[in-house]
Every structure is written in structure tokens, then in C-alpha cells.
């Protein structure tokens, strides 16, 4: 498993995910973050759902991954928030540096 990783998760739109990124940033649990327009589709409650979504990529540490985690929990406005960690084994040594310095 790698030392890195990118966290994941969903918003309704940018303007909503907008003070979710910049609390993750000034807590330095992620060094950078990006926002990607998507369409999900899924049930919920019973209910197939075909939505516009915002799909956030959050650069960080491993390490870092729990806080990260319990932190979206408790500012995210979705009920059940899809957060999911994925490890990144490799990458530029010197991005990955410059992760070390942004999360420390």
C-alpha cells in the first residue's frame, strides 16, 4: 500500500462542496483538490436517481485518512456521503513532496 492517496467524494454543486474543500485545505488534510462535473446514478430510499453531481478529489497523505474521513462525516451536507480512499503506490517524487510539505 502506498503512502499516498486520493480521498473522494460527491456534492450537489460547486457551490456546496466550495466551503467543504477550502475547511479540508485550512486543516491542511489534503494539499490539493479538484473538482470534476459528473452524472450519478443510483437508488436511493427506494428511488432511482439520475443526478448532476460534483465529484471532489482530495490529494493527501494516508496517514491522513482518518481525520480526513471524520471530518467530511461531520461537515459533509449529504446524509450518507460516498467517501472512498484510493492508493496512489507511485508518483512524482517531487508532487509527492510537495504533498509532504502542504499536509505537515
Not at 492517496?5 to 460547486?14: K, V
Request: a negative charge; aromatic letters at 10%.
Amino acid at each position: 500500500m502506498g503512502k499516498y492517496g486520493i480521498a473522494l467524494t460527491t456534492f450537489e454543486n460547486e457551490q456546496q462542496a466550495m466551503p467543504v474543500i477550502d475547511e479540508i485545505i485550512r486543516c491542511k488534510l489534503a494539499a490539493c483538490v479538484q473538482e470534476i462535473r459528473i452524472k450519478s446514478h443510483y437508488t436511493w430510499k427506494g428511488e432511482l436517481c439520475h443526478e448532476d453531481e460534483v465529484l471532489v478529489l482530495f490529494k493527501t497523505r494516508e496517514e491522513l485518512y482518518p481525520e480526513l474521513e471524520k471530518k467530511l462525516l461531520e461537515i459533509h451536507p449529504y446524509d450518507t456521503p460516498e467517501i472512498l480512499f484510493v492508493h496512489a503506490d507511485k508518483g512524482s517524487a517531487a508532487y509527492l513532496a510537495w504533498i509532504d510539505e502542504q499536509t505537515s
